[in-house]
């Protein structure tokens, strides 16, 4: 599982246990993304990375290891022609969840200022660990908005909701 996992699931355990606490329904949305790593858009990364200041040997090693790739397909004894490769980033390497973490802190700073579930005099509307996403609303239209701004900023991006695998989930305090 690894340790961010584990404070993941921790985190998470702690707004519901608070949420009950403090007698609110907690409107739950678990977000999926379709190839989420694959669909990395490598020019958009550059430039995030570009804008946190990431320059010069350390921005030149992440090109090296991920950009300016090209690849054919073999089948039998024809290969095609090479192609450049200009999205996704490699699954299993170190560096991919930070990278996909990146193009996905874009999209959510896109909802920081939406209301989603208050606690502490916090808004807390969105738990993100790599590709793994929860949406927190302490109703259903918030989770709706929420949700509706993260779809729209998200297809900005290249990247696309699973519907099949994206879920919601109510808890609600017994009165």
């Known amino acids: 599982?690894?340790?961010?996992?584990?404070?993941?699931?921790?985190?998470?355990?702690?707004?519901?246990?608070?949420?009950?606490?403090?007698?609110?329904?907690?409107?739950?949305?678990?977000?999926?993304?379709?190839?989420?790593?694959?669909?990395?858009?490598?020019?958009?990364i550059i430039t995030i990375l570009q804008q946190l200041n990431i320059d010069g040997k350390d921005l030149r090693i992440i090109k090296n290891i991920y950009w300016e790739q090209r690849a054919a397909v073999r089948v039998e004894e024809e290969t095609s022609n090479f192609q450049n490769i200009k999205r996704?980033?490699?699954?299993?390497?170190?560096?991919?969840?930070?990278?996909?973490?990146?193009n996905s802190e874009v999209i959510m700073r896109q909802i920081e200022e939406m209301e989603g579930l208050k606690i502490g005099g916090h808004n807390i509307n969105n738990i993100r660990y790599a590709d793994d996403t929860v949406l927190t609303a302490d109703s259903e239209e918030k989770l709706q908005e929420l949700l509706n701004k993260v779809v729209e900023e998200s297809k900005n991006k290249g990247l696309e909701l699973n519907r099949k695998k994206t879920e919601s989930m109510i808890m609600k305090r017994k009165t």
């Open 1 to 44: 599982m690894g340790e961010p996992r584990i404070w993941d699931t921790i985190t998470k355990r702690q707004i519901i246990e608070r949420t009950l606490e403090l007698n609110k329904d907690l409107y739950v949305r678990f977000i999926d993304y379709t190839k989420a790593f694959d669909r990395v858009r490598h020019e958009e």
């Open 88 to 102: 996704g980033v490699r699954q299993g390497c170190v560096l991919s969840p930070n990278l996909f973490s990146l």
